[in-house]
T-cell receptor, first 112, second 115 residues
Framework: NAGVTQTPKFQVLKTGQSMTLQCAQD?????MYWYRQDPGMGLRLIYY???????DKGEVPNGYNVSRLNKREFSLRLESAAPSQTSVYFC???????????FGDGTRLSIL | KQEVTQIPAALSVPEGENLVLNCSFT??????LQWFRQDPGKGLTSLLL?????REQTSGRLNASLDKSSGRSTLYIAASQPGDSATYLC??????????????FGQGTILTVHP
């Protein structure tokens, strides 16, 4: 009964370092999403993948890249981390846009 | 640009009370609306989803209504319990938007139910 699994749960980086956030879902969903949550800004879409093999930019894509590795997995990469990317990152999935989105527990990322 | 507003920002009620959370959105051309709860330090849990052609959805003690023409949704919680304490978020998907499935979120209502 895992749903959407995100790793790691916590991470501290130094400015300029790179890292990849992992996300996997076991619900056979077609669509997957990456959001970030910041105080006062709410949740904002970074990138999404409507179906396996496709990825598109969301509202705040600058500084990020994504890979839809297969139907289950959707990763988010920070190539050169900046303090402005300190946030809580959530991965979500859905059957399609008419169906509910299901969220993981998030990755809390701090960049010093 | 679609904007979603939730009122009140915070609400504290005694156990057993019925309550209503409000959500409004500026662009009535929505695909659907979804209500979530978020517990501290946790992810979002989907509560109810209302398609644009629907007027309401019910799940247990929760009832969500949608009035698309006026740009409003309400989440009704009956017989509130301390376990209902959480932040409640509403979010909409814009119809015909350029970002497939992009949820636009409100800032949330922090609900505290005290025994």
């Amino acid at each position: 009964n895992a749903g959407v699994t995100q790793t790691p749960k916590f991470q501290v980086l130094k400015t300029g370092q790179s890292m990849t956030l992992q996300c996997a879902q076991d619900m056979n969903h077609n669509s997957m999403y990456w959001y970030r949550q910041d105080p006062g800004m709410g949740l904002r879409l970074i990138y999404y993948s409507a179906s396996e093999g496709t990825t598109d930019k969301g509202e705040v894509p600058n500084g990020y890249n994504v890979s839809r590795l297969n139907k289950r997995e959707f990763s988010l990469r920070l190539e050169s981390a900046a303090p402005s990317q300190t946030s809580v990152y959530f991965c979500a999935s859905s059957e399609d846009r008419s169906q509910p989105q299901h969220f993981g527990d998030g990755t809390r990322l701090s960049i010093l | 640009k679609q904007e979603v507003t939730q009122i009140p920002a915070a609400l504290s009620v005694p156990e057993g009370e019925n309550l209503v959370l409000n959500c409004s959105f500026t662009d009535s051309a929505i695909y659907n609306l979804q209500w979530f709860r978020q517990d501290p330090g946790k992810g979002l849990t989907s509560l109810l989803l209302i398609q644009s052609s629907q007027r309401e959805q019910t799940s247990g003690r929760l009832n969500a209504s949608l009035d698309k023409s006026s740009g409003r949704s309400t989440l009704y919680i009956a017989a509130s319990q301390p376990g209902d304490s959480a932040t409640y978020l509403c979010a909409v998907i814009i119809a015909g938007g350029t970002s497939y499935g992009k949820l636009t979120f409100g800032q949330g209502t922090i609900l505290t139910v005290h025994p």
